[in-house]
């Protein structure tokens, strides 16, 4: 693995990630002025950053303990940057949606439904999930409503959108779980 120290979106990453110690809301400004400042250009450099920094760097070991937790959450800041981005982000979240399976699939998933109720392709966006939820892992489904079922209490176009989604038996039937439990 290269280096990432000195790396511009590598730095932001962490820095936008180190908001989870604080709360969703510093999480999302943070998210918002990194876009701003890398630009949509970093966004081909960002996607390769989702499984680099297994572990924290120093000094900030004691507050990232648990296995997984630190990549984990550069993966939500990374997510986070590129719903900042908005249309421009489309592609790649579509290319890590609708492609191999992956831990990131559920981020992706929960960013696209976020942006259609921005009203970003809206159609097109929730077209496309339909299309291929039914051939995701169930995983996948988990780790995206987990997110989308607490943040559509409060946004009545999300959870819309995820009521739309509903159509889709395989994922329904991991709603009805969540939902349940």
């Known amino acids: 693995m290269t280096s990432l120290?000195?790396?511009?979106c590598n730095e932001k990453v962490r820095w936008v990630a180190l908001a989870l110690e604080v709360d969703?809301?510093?999480?999302?400004?943070?998210?918002?002025?990194?876009a701003a400042e890398l630009g949509p250009s970093s966004i081909a450099h960002?996607?390769?950053?989702?499984?680099s920094e297994h572990t924290p760097p120093e000094g900030l070991t004691t507050a990232f303990t648990g296995l997984g937790q630190w990549?984990?959450?550069?993966q939500v800041a990374?997510?986070?940057i590129f719903y900042n981005?908005?249309?421009?982000?489309?592609?790649?979240?579509?290319h890590v949606a609708f492609g191999e399976y992956d831990w990131t699939q559920g981020n992706a998933?929960?960013?696209l439904c976020r942006l259609a109720a921005d009203g970003v392709r809206r159609e097109e966006i929730v077209d496309d999930l339909i299309e291929h939820l039914p051939t995701m892992r169930d995983t996948a489904h988990y780790y995206a409503l987990g997110p989308l079922l607490h943040q559509s209490e409060s946004n009545a176009p999300l959870a819309e959108i995820l009521s739309r989604l509903l159509v889709v038996p395989e994922f329904k039937e991991i709603y009805d779980e969540v939902v349940a439990s």
């Open 5 to 8: 120290s000195g790396d511009p």
């Open 109 to 111: 998933i929960e960013i």
């Open 78 to 80: 990374i997510f986070e």
């Open 71 to 74: 990549v984990a959450a550069r």
């Open 46 to 51: 960002l996607a390769t950053l989702f499984h």
């Open 85 to 94: 981005f908005g249309e421009a982000a489309l592609p790649v979240l579509k």
């Open 24 to 34: 969703l809301s510093e999480l999302r400004r943070r998210a918002a002025a990194a």
